[in-house]
Each structure stands twice: as structure tokens, then as C-alpha cells.
């Protein structure tokens, strides 16, 4: 078990360009989160996905934004024509907890920091 | 909807006082509640968790939160803090019918020698 893996870190783009984002959740969980964080705030909830199915989105998503998790395992966030609001902390949660109820223990990556030009 | 509010931004403290970091939650369905850890240049950690039972639940480092439904609070306690508590904390809140936790804002504890 090596904990949940973000790639890549750190990416510098400029404006207008398309980015993607990895995450590698700890193996078998079915339960996986990608949240923003800006500097000051919390994390703030983009999208979930229980295996393959993308459960919910956040209203505050754009249609920049796309998520996928094919066969449940990895996932990946993808930016369309970033603009600068878009830098921000990218992180990726997995969680265990399966069926109804709460999501009990997340555990998060070390995020994918953005910056745009 | 649910939302959280942790109202202070930063505290600072000595080393070896007791501190408590207020959370505060709004749900119209019965919680579950977290508070997370961020250690400088490390990821989000899980701290300690209120699922059901007890309302007073413990970390393995001294920390303790109580859950208090009539105040709708989940305030974070440690008795005698260390340097090594220097970090940002974020209350979390599940409602029963969501899937979703939401976070707050965070609070900087910074623990002076």
C-alpha cells in the first residue's frame, strides 16, 4: 500500500491551454474524491465517483472540467482552456467505505498544484 | 445542505498550553463529523472521526472532540500542546444522506517554544 498518488505535482501552463491530472487511488478502494484547495480555504468538493460510475459534481463545476475513471482504478481531472482563476491545489481522495452510509476515513494525496499564466 | 464554519482563521499558542479549535456544522439530517490534519508539505491526514456513539472521541496524539448536537459543534481539545501540533486543521461534515464531506476553511494552530 503506498497511499493514494497524484501526478504531477506541480504543472505551469498558460492560459487558454488544456491540463491533466492523475490520480492513483489505494488499491480496491471504491471511492474516490477530487477536491480544489486555494490557498487560505478548504477543500472544496469537485466530483465523486463510486468504482467507475462519476456520482456527483459539484454545481460550481464548469464545463471545463471533466472527470474519468475507467475500470475503477485510476482517475483523471482534465482542464479545458484554463483560466487563471483555475490555479488552485488539485487534490485526490480514496476511501474504503462502500454502499450507503458514511465515507468514513479519506485519504488524500499530495495534490497537484496548478498555476496559470 | 450542509456546511461547516471554523471560526478561527489562526491561533496561536505556547507549548505545553491547552488550546481548542471551534467548529461549528449545519445539517438538517443527522452528521458524521471529522477533523483533518495537514502537516506543512504533507497531504490531508484523518485526526479523528464521530460515526455514532460516544460523543467524545480520541486521537492517539492527545487530541479529543465532542460532539454536541444542541450546539451543533464538533470543537477540537488537546490539553497541553507540542511544537510538532504546528499545522493546519479542517473540520469535515457528512450528512446521513450524502456521500459527500464537506470541509471548512481550516485553522493554522501555530505552537510557539
Redesign the interface.
Given at each position: 500500500d503506498t497511499g493514494?498518488s497524484q501526478n504531477p505535482r506541480h504543472k505551469i501552463t498558460k492560459r487558454g491551454q488544456n491540463v491533466t491530472f492523475r490520480c492513483d487511488p489505494i488499491s480496491e478502494h471504491n471511492?474516490l474524491?477530487w477536491?480544489r484547495q486555494t490557498l487560505?480555504?478548504?477543500?472544496?468538493?469537485l466530483t465523486?465517483f463510486?468504482n467507475e460510475a462519476q456520482?456527483?459534481k459539484s454545481r460550481l463545476l464548469s464545463d471545463r472540467f471533466s472527470a474519468e475513471r475507467p475500470k475503477g482504478s485510476f482517475s483523471t481531472l482534465e482542464i479545458q482552456r484554463t483560466e487563471q482563476g483555475d490555479s488552485a491545489m488539485y487534490?485526490c481522495?480514496s476511501s474504503s467505505a462502500s454502499g450507503?452510509g458514511?465515507?468514513?476515513?479519506?485519504?488524500?494525496?499530495?495534490?497537484s498544484r496548478l498555476t496559470v499564466l | 445542505a450542509q456546511s461547516v464554519t471554523q471560526l478561527d482563521s489562526q491561533v496561536p499558542v505556547f507549548e505545553e498550553a491547552p488550546v481548542e479549535l471551534r467548529c461549528n456544522y449545519s445539517s438538517s439530517v443527522s452528521v458524521y463529523l471529522f477533523w483533518y490534519v495537514q502537516y506543512p508539505n504533507q497531504g490531508l491526514q484523518l485526526l479523528l472521526k464521530y460515526l455514532s456513539g460516544s460523543t467524545l472521541v480520541e486521537s492517539i496524539n492527545g487530541f479529543e472532540a465532542e460532539f454536541n448536537k444542541s450546539q451543533t459543534s464538533f470543537h477540537l481539545r488537546k490539553p497541553s500542546v507540542h511544537i510538532s501540533d504546528t499545522a493546519e486543521y479542517f473540520c469535515a461534515v457528512q450528512s446521513g444522506g450524502s456521500y459527500i464531506p464537506t470541509f471548512g476553511r481550516g485553522t493554522s494552530l501555530i505552537v510557539h517554544p
Open positions: 493514494v471511492r474524491y477536491y487560505g480555504q478548504g477543500p472544496e468538493f465523486y463510486q456520482l456527483e487534490l481522495a450507503p458514511p465515507t468514513g476515513e479519506l485519504f488524500f494525496g499530495e495534490g | -
